[in-house]
């Protein structure tokens, strides 16, 4: 019997977005899997693909970061005959903050609040700096605008007035606190760090965005707003390296929609467009925050589990074909999805190729078994036997 059902009344398919009825496998997924899996929005950021670019661009900006630090130690220390040598105290505080926040966010469902603290630290080391070495006559006045920049490199434009608001409060309260007098004589020991720090801000907030249309327009799929196969090198790469110094396993599943074709013939493409981007949602609302979905052609999907092993990412892939069995898409049909499951050994490097060819291998096992099933892994057993 074919996947695909009239539905018994039109209605749209983002009406109900109901979880599925299925026994939730959060738990053998991993130890952090009570996280959501896709949490919802915050004040600094949008949405998940928000949530996601800000990580990446967190790994990206985190060897830039250590080298900075390393640049401001030195000038401290060149200047410690003056300034003192106490002043690398902060600076090391900073770092230490960046290292527990770099080491946790990828753990939490909402990140940005850890990745944002550890940003407000910095400043408030740099207020503590400055507060000590002369208030607004401090030479340190201008590191103020530093951090600015890897503030645009992780957060949309909510984020980046929120810290730009932050650092202001700062400078306000350091400078005249210290030495209020001091600016009343000359304002601008208040005024151009000021103007610096939101012409800093102005400036890579602009040269952020354009970058990431740019790299949206490379990495997104512009139908379903998932990662597409151009993003999958990279993330695989740092993987690889990733499980080769954790020793963790990492687990992929591929899915395909079940007769999609009949979908196109039957209602159009239109409506088989909408039944990809309703697909999409319903794979990403099970997911973990820090699991990645990709589109990687026509009704093809993949996700990687980093962390997952061959039966927590089963338990996912039959997750993840409950949902779609269990939700409607395009206005009401009802599809199912086959998945293939495979995953890297804890003793091992992840590597993908072989990983991915095993998963297809159990994804055609799925097609030829009757569809709507899980191969791969243990749970294959259980799927039920209609189709």
């Not at 650092?167 to 000359?186: F, N, P, S």
Request: proline share 5%; with cysteine; net charge negative.
């Amino acid at each position: 019997m074919s996947e695909v059902t009239a539905p018994a009344m039109a209605r749209p398919a983002t009406a109900r977005r109901s979880e599925p009825e299925a026994v939730r496998a959060d738990e053998a997924v991993s130890p952090s899997a009570n996280l959501a899996s896709t949490a919802g929005s915050t004040w600094l950021i949008a949405d998940q693909m928000d949530r996601e670019r800000m990580l990446d661009m967190d790994r990206l900006v985190a060897p830039v970061r250590q080298k900075s630090f390393v640049v401001i130690a030195l000038a401290l220390l060149i200047c410690g005959p003056w300034l003192g040598w106490w002043t690398i105290a902060p600076l090391a505080v900073a770092a230490i903050f960046f290292r527990i926040a770099d080491g946790s966010a990828e753990r939490l469902s909402r990140p940005e609040y850890l990745l944002f603290g550890a940003w407000a630290a910095s400043e408030l080391m740099i207020c503590m700096a400055v507060a000590l070495t002369g208030g607004p006559k401090s030479p340190a006045m201008a590191w103020f605008a530093i951090p600015i920049v890897t503030l645009s490199a992780r957060f949309p434009a909510r984020g980046v007035l929120l810290g730009v608001a932050v650092t202001v409060a700062m400078m306000l309260a350091v400078a005249l606190g210290v030495d209020a007098q001091a600016v009343i004589d000359k304002p601008p020991l208040l005024i151009m760090p000021l103007s610096l720090t939101i012409a800093v801000a102005i400036l890579s907030t602009a040269l952020m965005q354009s970058d990431v249309i740019h790299r949206s327009e490379a990495v997104i799929d512009p139908l379903t707003g998932m990662l597409n196969r151009n993003s999958l090198k990279d993330r695989t790469f740092e993987l690889a390296h990733q499980s080769e110094r954790t020793g963790q396993p990492v687990g992929l599943i591929v899915g395909d929609l079940d007769h999609f074709k009949d979908v196109n013939d039957s209602y159009g493409h239109a409506t088989g467009d909408a039944v990809l981007q309703d697909i999409a949602y319903v794979l990403r609302k099970q997911l973990r925050a820090f699991d990645l979905a990709y589109r990687i052609g026509g009704e093809e999907f993949l996700v990687l589990l980093p962390g997952a092993n061959l039966e927590q990412s089963a338990a996912m892939a039959e997750r993840l074909r409950r949902g779609v069995e269990a939700d409607t898409v395009g206005g009401g049909l009802r599809v199912t999805m086959s998945f293939g499951v495979s995953a890297s050994h804890s003793d091992s490097a992840f590597d993908y190729e072989t990983v991915c060819a095993r998963a297809d291998s159990a994804l055609y096992e799925a097609k030829r078994r009757g569809r709507n099933r899980v191969c791969g892994g243990p749970v294959a057993l259980a799927v039920p036997a209609h189709v």
